[in-house]
């Protein structure tokens, strides 16, 4: 009889300390009620880790491509700084969106919220932790896994609800 190899579980990345949203990602989803799509991706992150900040990077060319009741709406949740609330950035014009999501990211321990799979900042998203998701018929869909991308190179899948039950040590 042959025996069994007993695999030993697979390594989790380090405990998340933030979400980190791809706004303009969000929004680019559909041209369609990009504030609402936003808020289901907030509602999202409350219920799914409510004791982590959340910060939303939106483009330049994405606001502005907004009508302007919805950028006006952008603004004052970009100026809103009061604690607990999401914290909002428009990246300056002529900057790309990913390279602050990533660099964010990077600083924070940040879930990565996007369906970009960020491949033109290999470099830059290594240790990142990305889930992915689904809008349709005004409901989000988050993936059961997310990808981490280690830092030695290459990516692994690592499910949602065992990124939900770490905790940064204290």
Same mark, same amino acid.
Do not use: K
């Given at each position: 009889?042959?025996?069994?190899?007993?695999?030993?579980p697979l390594p989790l990345p380090p405990a998340r300390g933030a979400i980190v949203v791809d706004g303009a990602? +969000?929004?680019?989803?559909? !041209? @369609?009620?990009?504030?609402?799509?936003?808020?289901?991706?907030?509602?999202? &992150?409350?219920?799914? #880790?409510?004791?982590?900040?959340?910060?939303?990077?939106?483009?330049?060319?994405?606001?502005?491509?907004?009508?302007?009741? +919805?950028?006006?709406?952008? !603004? @004052?949740?970009c100026a809103d700084?009061?604690?607990?609330?999401?914290?909002? &950035?428009?990246?300056? #014009?002529?900057?790309?969106?990913?390279?602050?999501v990533l660099r964010f990211a990077a600083a924070h321990r940040g879930l990565v919220v996007s369906n970009d799979r960020y491949m033109d900042w290999d470099d830059q998203r290594a240790d990142a932790v990305l889930v992915q998701f689904r809008l349709a018929d005004g409901a989000l869909q988050v993936a059961d896994e997310a990808v981490w991308f280690k830092p030695s190179g290459g990516a692994q899948w690592v499910a949602m609800a065992d990124l939900q039950q770490q905790r940064p040590e204290a």
């Open positions: 009889m042959a025996s069994l190899r007993h695999r030993a990602n +969000v929004i680019a989803s559909s !041209r @369609a009620q990009p504030l609402q799509r936003l808020e289901l991706v907030m509602a999202w &992150a409350a219920a799914w #880790r409510p004791d982590l900040p959340v910060m939303v990077f939106i483009d330049h060319n994405t606001a502005r491509r907004c009508r302007p009741e +919805v950028q006006d709406v952008l !603004r @004052a949740r700084v009061t604690p607990g609330r999401p914290r909002y &950035a428009v990246v300056p #014009r002529d900057e790309f969106a990913d390279e602050h």
